[in-house]
C-alpha cells in the first residue's frame, strides 16, 4: 500500500478546498465499498460460497451473478446470499461513517454505482443520495411488465435461513404479483433494468443540485470509480470542473487517480486506499 506521506501535500490541498467549498459532490464507485472490506474474492468469498466455488468453479461473487444456473431455486440460492452479506450485513471497515463526518456539515449530493446502500446506514440523507445502478434491496419483474420495485429483505433473509444443498424451497421463488413471471434483482445489467418513481425523483434531485451549484465553489469528489461506466459519473466531473473555474476535481483511486489534462491545475488526485486518506483528512 502506497504511503499516505506520499500524498500528503495532496490531502492538504482536499483539506482546504473542503473547508473553502460551497458544495461538495460525491461520486462512488466500487473502489469506496472495496475499501469498506466488501471485497468480493478471496477469503470473504470463500467463507460464503465454497460450495458453490466447488461445483460451478467460479472464484468470486461477480462471476457468480452471471453463472447460468439450471433452476431458480440455485439461482436464488446463491442470490440470496450475495444480498444478505452485501446489502444487510453491514460493512467491515467505517470508510462510509468517516465519509459522512467529513461531509455532513457541508450542502452535498451523492451520486453512486455501488448497489449496497452503504450511504444511507452511515446516516446520509436518502434525498440526497442517486442510485444510479439498482439497489440489491429491491426486486424487479424480470419481464419487466410493469416499472415498479419492491422491497426484498423479508424474503432474502427466509432464503437463506431455510436453503438447503445450494436451493432454496420452490414456494419462495418470488413471482412478479401483476404478470406471475420471476422476479428479479434490481441492477443495470441489460435494458430490463427498471427505473421507478423513486429513481427518477432521485435523478431530477439530483440535476436540480448539479444546475443550482454550477458556477460555485464546487469539490466533485470522486471516490473508487473505474473505467466500467465512465459516463456516469467520471467524464461528467471532467465536464463540469472544466465549465467552473471555481470547481476543483478530486480522484481518490487505489491505481486509477488520472485527470485529463485540461483540468489539471484544478485537480487533486490521489493514488491510494480512500480508508487511509480519509482517516488523514480527519487528523
Same mark, same amino acid.
Given at each position: 500500500m502506497k504511503s499516505m506521506q506520499d500524498c500528503s501535500k495532496q490531502i492538504d490541498r482536499l483539506k482546504a478546498a473542503l473547508e473553502n467549498a460551497d458544495a461538495v459532490i460525491i461520486g462512488a464507485g466500487a473502489g469506496l465499498s472495496t475499501s469498506a472490506g466488501f471485497t468480493y474474492s478471496g477469503e470473504r468469498f470463500h467463507e460464503n460460497f465454497a460450495d458453490f466455488e466447488d461445483k460451478y468453479g467460479f472464484h468470486d461473487m461477480y462471476s457468480g451473478g452471471f453463472y447460468p444456473y439450471a433452476a431458480l431455486e440455485e439461482f436464488w440460492a446463491y442470490w440470496s446470499r450475495n444480498i444478505l452479506i452485501n446489502r444487510y450485513q453491514d460493512a467491515p471497515k467505517p470508510v462510509?461513517?468517516?465519509?459522512?463526518?467529513?461531509?455532513?456539515?457541508?450542502?452535498?449530493?451523492?451520486?453512486?454505482? /455501488?448497489?449496497?446502500?452503504?450511504?444511507?446506514?452511515?446516516?446520509?440523507?436518502?434525498?440526497?443520495?442517486?442510485?444510479?445502478?439498482?439497489?440489491?434491496?429491491?426486486?424487479?419483474?424480470?419481464?419487466?411488465?410493469? /416499472?415498479?420495485?419492491?422491497? /426484498?429483505?423479508?424474503?432474502?433473509?427466509?432464503?437463506?435461513?431455510?436453503?438447503?444443498?445450494?436451493?432454496?424451497?420452490?414456494?419462495?421463488?418470488?413471482?412478479?404479483?401483476?404478470?406471475g413471471k420471476p422476479m428479479t434483482t434490481n441492477l443495470r445489467c441489460d435494458d430490463t433494468f427498471v427505473q421507478d418513481e423513486g429513481w427518477y425523483a432521485a435523478c431530477e434531485r439530483y440535476e436540480n443540485f448539479i444546475k443550482q451549484h454550477k458556477n460555485k465553489r464546487v469539490v466533485y469528489l470522486e471516490l473508487g470509480v473505474g473505467g466500467n461506466t465512465p459516463v456516469i459519473i467520471k467524464y461528467p466531473f471532467w465536464r463540469f470542473t472544466n465549465g467552473n473555474p471555481k470547481a476543483t476535481y478530486v480522484c481518490v483511486n487505489f491505481g486509477e487517480a488520472v485527470c485529463p489534462p485540461q483540468i489539471q491545475k484544478q485537480a487533486i488526485c490521489i493514488d491510494g486506499d480512500i480508508g487511509e486518506v480519509l482517516k488523514q483528512l480527519h487528523k
Open positions: 462510509y461513517d468517516e465519509l459522512y463526518d467529513l461531509v455532513k456539515d457541508k450542502d452535498y449530493f451523492v451520486i453512486t454505482t /455501488n448497489v449496497d446502500h452503504c450511504f444511507q446506514k452511515a446516516g446520509f440523507d436518502k434525498r440526497r443520495l442517486f442510485y444510479t445502478q439498482g439497489d440489491y434491496g429491491l426486486f424487479q419483474c424480470s419481464v419487466p411488465c410493469h /416499472n415498479k420495485t419492491y422491497d /426484498n429483505e423479508q424474503i432474502i433473509r427466509r432464503m437463506v435461513a431455510e436453503q438447503r444443498d445450494m436451493k432454496i424451497p420452490s414456494e419462495l421463488i418470488p413471482r412478479c404479483p401483476k404478470c
